[in-house]
């Protein structure tokens, strides 16, 4: 069946610009979350959604983040103002439950 | 807070060789394990995961690993590496139950030689 799916694949920004990238989870995946990887930092946890419950924003690194999801489905993660620093790779992955499922990321270079 | 190691970065086997890659969690009880594995511009693929029960498990592409719970390891082991393992593995840990982020340990990229 369909897996979780990302848009773009790539994105290359110049700074100070604001970027939304997108996240198809699996239907029927209760769970959706957003993760970060980069050269320095590994893979970070950056906020999670659990059906209608308010999200986990824990993992956001500054308030110039911020995700939705609408409809218990798509998720959009909205970088504001981006700097060099956000230059990464946002992974998503969808749950039904303990099993994480993950996308194949977009890539996201800020100039 | 629950950590996961990964001690060796990178690891070169020739192929046809046996692989262990490892992994110890630093967590107050037994968490649920997985092992992931990502090729070059790819995203996460599971290979395999431990919850509970028979402490050595099997995955995908041949893939094992056996949980110690004495030792709080996770290692991941293939009897006969194929040049198309060449990836980067990670190890990651998630409270019993599931439903949280998962910790990720920083990863082992494997290289095989022909």
């Known amino acids: 069946g369909a897996g979780v799916s990302q848009s773009p694949s790539n994105k290359v920004t110049e700074k100070g610009k604001d970027v939304e990238l997108r996240c198809d989870p699996i239907s029927g995946h209760t769970a959706l979350y957003w993760y970060r990887q980069s050269l320095g930092q590994g893979l970070e946890f950056l906020i999670y959604?659990?059906?209608?419950?308010?999200?986990?924003k824990s993992g956001l690194p500054s308030d110039r983040f911020s995700a939705e999801r609408t409809g218990g489905s798509v998720s959009t993660l909205t970088i504001q103002r981006t700097q060099q620093e956000d230059s990464a790779v946002y992974l998503c992955a969808s749950t039904p439950g303990e099993t994480q499922y993950f996308g194949p990321g977009t890539r996201l270079l800020v100039l | 807070a629950q950590s996961v190691t990964q001690p060796d970065i990178h690891i070169t086997v020739s192929e046809g060789a046996s692989l262990e890659l490892r992994c110890n969690y630093s967590?107050?009880?037994?968490?649920?394990l997985f092992w992931y594995v990502q090729s070059p511009g790819q995203g996460l693929q599971l290979l395999l995961k431990y919850f509970s029960g028979d402490t050595l498990v099997q995955g995908i592409k041949g893939f094992e690993a056996e949980f110690k719970r004495s030792q709080s390891s996770f290692n991941l082991r293939k009897p006969s590496v194929h040049w198309s393992d060449a990836a980067e593995y990670f190890c990651a840990v998630v409270p019993e139950g599931g439903r949280r982020a998962l910790t990720f340990g920083s990863g082992t990229r494997l290289q095989v030689q022909p």
């Open positions: 959604f659990q059906g209608n419950s308010a999200p986990d």
């Open positions: 967590y107050g009880a037994t968490p649920y």
